[in-house]
């Protein structure tokens, strides 16, 4: 990676957060060179939805557990990193070593949703991979598909090699091991590709067969390790801890594909809870954490625990949150413990609004509940409540569902005041579901009832937003497609389809372009109701539900009947559960809420300390607010309390002194932290951040302030600084140091700024510059030397690093900051 960054640094730099691409975060694992089968894991979309992935790391880290293996993580490209790889004429590479995924020996892609399957596509052509199996030969990866969105693998069955059913962790490890043991009796592609394709739980496109999920049976049985590393240095989108507090979920919702594909619900219990989200804490310096489930509110004891987390966590200003909350799971004591620290908005998914809907769909939701609860969380200072609709599902039976919305709406806000955002989608019938063979609306209908929705409910404490009909079109596509989809993607992805989830980066008329060109109908194929008869494209993929458990749930469906919820002993067999795959209940933990962390740290006083840092190496690339959330995680990591602010959403007191422009290096960064502990002895703690900081940062000395009084405030750094030295490096830019001093004494006595300026030549190749900025007029150092050069120094050739920051004293005069008390 090293040799990357050194030949086309310039080039980074001119790239969208290239921090993306290069890696370094806390947590990740490299090659010793030792390792037989070399891996790559990828999430198909940017660096900030992929590390937002919990699967994404659960596979890293389990991959990586096989002895002779090695994984590297990499992420789909951005359009102007797409342009530099093809320009430089280089591959796709891994975030760890930057190997080059051409050279892998398997290439897996954990597939969340259907959008991203063009990002597939980019990854697979920009590092020189055909993007069709039978195109491809020896010196190719072996590609391997799984995840939730993999369930018609039939619709991308010519683009990747195979599709693993079901549940990784059940049978991955065990497939590795194998492989690896063929790779050292030296055995080919072809011979590794054949053993792949006879496992039962395999699916490829010649594949007739019946492919079964697999089932892990071990989830809650103990902790799951190193699941939370690495911890993303560019700020991802999901940028919280997360407990897997239950997979699968007993509610049965008919339309939800994933209940299906995780049944049956398995809870994990207390004690492996509390260890992990001890290591969020404590190994990554997380401070928010999500108790994830696709219905976290069904976990038995759920109060219990969290209440119990809070105890033991609160004095750190850790909080919870749990993002998937049933209304009849949700009571009064619940939501006082997730408020204990910070207030996040209340969620409801509805999902549709009449009670006998409602009860089709196996998802009751009572219009009086709803108010009981909002009306006491309105007491209790919450402000906003989120909901969650779909129009086209088939209990609906074509009745005008707009009108409903608009009324439940408009009755619960009046019933409670609070703020309300809406949200609405058109509904997809996913595979394996009750649902599987209903309409769905095209894009025009779905469009015509949205809008209707938006605009009954104007109000300026009512906030409309919904997914596009396209995309839920397009979505349908992937899903419900046959292999004909397989050439629809690839004709899109070649006139340019990239990034089809993002706004800002769907082409619209692209795909209906695209979709127009075809030689079939698509949206007849894709929106039509399927009948029994009718052969489904994913007919030979299992997911352990019987036909006739499918058949009686739409019936019940059809008639407003709701099912009883999932249990060991349910009356609706749906023919998952067996001698050995069962529901897993977690024991409630006697006197687990009344217990508090055993190192509670006493904040009766405080101290503010000022650090010194350097920032080099793949560290340059990661700006200056991403650089704030390391700095702070590396005490949460290091054990050493930090000084909160007040308020609704409490803040670390942790300030820097000038923030450093993204591309320079530095010997001399300085932030300032008030913190409990830790202070006595500051060489130790160095020590501490050092081992919990990602690569390229390093605290070098600490200064303690004088003692700081309780409740009275104090000068800010960024008011103390005064200036700072930088030394250009003049190495591979146009001028040397003796051209580029002439450049810039010019552009400072025209702008009439030489007072700030002092420029020194150590040699040909390093200009150093003390800028002192007694004016405010060009206080960037870079910015002034780009304006004096004529172009952008930092992409150009200069090379800057900061080797000194300044502070004024309290007596006026210019000290080091380090001199500074």
Not at 325 to 333: E, F, I, T
């Amino acid at each position: 990676m090293n040799n990357i960054i050194n030949r086309y640094k310039y080039d980074l730099l001119n790239i969208r957060m290239p921090g993306r691409y290069l890696g370094g975060e806390f947590g990740s694992i490299y090659p010793t060179g030792d390792e037989i089968l070399k891996m790559g894991v990828s999430f198909p979309d940017l660096y900030e939805i992929g590390m937002s992935n919990q699967a994404l790391k659960i596979l890293y880290n389990l991959f990586n557990s096989v002895e002779g293996v090695i994984c590297e993580r990499v992420f789909a490209p951005a359009p102007d990193f797409e342009e530099f790889l093809r320009d430089k004429e280089l591959s796709l590479f891994t975030l760890e070593s930057g190997f080059p995924l051409k050279k892998l020996d398997i290439l897996t892609f954990t597939i969340g949703y259907e959008l991203c399957l063009t990002n597939l596509l980019t990854m697979l052509d920009v590092s020189n991979i055909p993007l069709k199996v039978d195109d491809r030969g020896e010196d190719d990866p072996i590609i391997i598909a799984g995840g939730p969105a993999t369930t018609n693998p039939v619709a991308f069955g010519h683009i990747v090699d195979f599709v693993f059913i079901g549940e990784a962790e059940g049978a991955f490890e065990v497939l590795l091991e194998d492989i690896v043991t063929l790779k050292k009796e030296g055995k080919t592609r072809n011979s590794i590709y054949e053993f792949i394709k006879k496992q039962d739980y395999i699916w490829h496109k010649d594949k007739k067969d019946r492919v079964k999920r697999v089932f892990w049976r071990e989830f809650g049985l103990s902790a799951q390790k190193r699941t939370h590393l690495p911890v993303a240095s560019i700020t991802p989108v999901q940028d919280h801890g997360v407990v897997e507090i239950m997979r699968g979920c007993p509610n049965g919702c008919r339309f939800c594909h994933a209940g299906v594909y995780y049944k049956p619900f398995r809870q994990k219990e207390f004690e492996h809870i509390v260890k992990e989200v001890e290591d969020l804490v404590d190994i990554c310096g997380y401070r928010t954490i999500t108790l994830s489930s696709l219905s976290s509110g069904d976990y038995n004891g759920i109060h219990t625990l969290v209440k119990g987390l809070n105890n033991r966590f609160k004095s750190r200003g850790v909080s919870f949150s749990l993002p998937s909350l049933r209304v009849n799971s949700v009571s009064l004591p619940l939501i006082e413990e997730l408020s204990e620290v910070r207030k996040s908005s209340l969620t409801f998914a509805l999902e549709t609004p009449k009670l006998g809907w409602q009860r089709g769909i196996n998802k009751e939701v009572p219009k009086d509940r709803i108010i009981e609860i909002l009306l006491k969380a309105k007491e209790r200072g919450w402000k906003l409540a989120k909901f969650y609709f779909m129009i086209g599902l088939p209990v609906a039976g074509g009745e005008d569902e707009v009108g409903p919305i608009i009324d439940l709406i408009k009755e619960l806000y009046a019933a409670t005041g609070l703020r309300f955002n809406v949200n609405v989608g058109v509904f997809i019938p996913k595979p394996h579901t009750t649902y599987e063979r209903s309409y769905q609306f095209g894009d025009e209908l779905g469009f015509l009832k949205l809008k209707e929705i938006k605009s009954g409910l104007k109000g300026k404490n009512i906030k409309v937003n919904f997914h596009s009909p396209f995309l839920s079109f397009l979505e349908g596509i992937f899903t419900r497609g046959d292999e004909r989809v397989n050439d629809l993607l690839i004709s899109a992805y070649k006139k340019g389809a990239r990034l089809d989830a993002w706004d800002e980066y769907i082409n619209r008329d692209l795909w209906r372009e695209v979709i127009s060109e075809a030689s079939w109908d698509v949206e007849d194929f894709v929106t039509r109701e399927r009948s029994l008869d009718d052969k489904l494209p994913w007919g030979n993929i299992s997911l352990l539900e019987s036909s006739a458990f499918k058949c009686d749930q739409l019936e019940k469906s059809q008639e407003e009947e709701a099912s009883s919820l999932c249990t060991d002993d349910c009356d609706h067999n749906c023919g998952v559960c067996k001698k050995d795959i069962k529901v897993k209940y977690a024991k409630i933990v006697d006197n687990f809420e009344t217990t508090e962390h055993k190192d509670v740290v006493d904040k009766s006083t405080y101290k503010k300390i000022v650090f010194r840092f350097s920032k080099n190496g793949r560290a340059i690339f990661v700006p200056h607010l991403s650089t704030m959330t390391i700095i702070e995680r590396a005490f949460f990591r290091s054990g050493i309390e930090v000084r909160f602010t007040e308020g609704f959403n409490p803040k670390p007191k942790l300030e820097f002194a000038h923030p450093l422009t993204m591309g320079l290096s530095s010997d001399y960064e300085i932030f300032g932290i008030e913190i409990y502990n830790g202070y006595d002895n500051l060489d130790e703690s160095i020590k501490k951040l050092n081992s919990n900081l990602p690569e390229g940062f390093e605290i070098i000395k600490a200064y303690p302030m004088n003692d700081i009084a309780q409740g009275r405030s104090h000068k800010k750094l960024m008011a103390l600084y005064a200036g700072a030295d930088y030394e250009i490096y003049t190495l591979n830019s146009p001028l040397n140091s003796e051209e580029l001093k002439t450049k810039i004494e010019e552009f400072i006595k025209d702008s009439d700024v030489l007072d700030d300026y002092t420029l020194e030549i150590i040699d040909d190749n390093i200009l150093k510059v003390k800028a002192m900025f007694n004016n405010k007029k060009w206080n960037n150092c870079v910015k002034m030397v780009s304006e004096a050069v004529g172009e952008s120094a930092l992409t150009s050739g200069y090379d800057f690093k900061r080797t000194r920051c300044y502070a004024k004293s309290k007596k006026g005069t210019i000290i080091l900051f380090s001199d500074m008390k």
